[in-house]
């Protein structure tokens, strides 16, 4: 049985690990959360919808963000490199379009977005990220 997702599930905002994987959680995320000091944000394996979430671009403190196995659609977003994230996963979403060239400036170490509908050609200039593990 799906569960639509409260915010007020997180009412402090001193929390640092969130971890809501798995939980047949559905709707959207509050964009309140950019607010909070996040460091790692998983929200894998439930039934989150629409445009990927841009407070987690602004969330001042973040470094590992899965939001894998979703339903998050729509294109990779290409300001994820002005972040602190040096881990992402969103894959098994319905993403779209290319991998944005941004990226390639992005200091990640992981970054996990299979089983998309990414197209394109990949840039070779992937060959050179030194950052990627």
Do not use: C, R
Request: charged share 10%; proline share 9%.
């Amino acid at each position: 049985m799906l569960s639509p997702f409260h915010s007020s599930l997180l009412p402090f905002p001193q929390v640092e690990y969130l971890d809501f994987g798995g939980n047949y959680l559905n709707g959207t995320l509050p964009s309140t959360w950019s607010m909070f000091h996040l460091e790692t944000l998983s929200i894998s394996d439930n039934y989150f919808t629409g445009p990927f979430p841009t407070f987690i671009t602004s969330a001042p403190s973040l470094a590992y963000v899965n939001v894998g196995s979703n339903g998050f659609a729509g294109p990779l977003p290409s300001y994820m490199v002005s972040t602190t994230i040096s881990s992402f996963s969103a894959y098994d979403n319905f993403f779209t379009g290319p991998i944005p060239d941004e990226y390639l400036e992005w200091p990640v170490e992981d970054i996990d977005i299979s089983y998309n509908h990414i197209e394109g050609l990949l840039n070779w200039d992937w060959m050179e990220v030194d950052t990627l593990k």
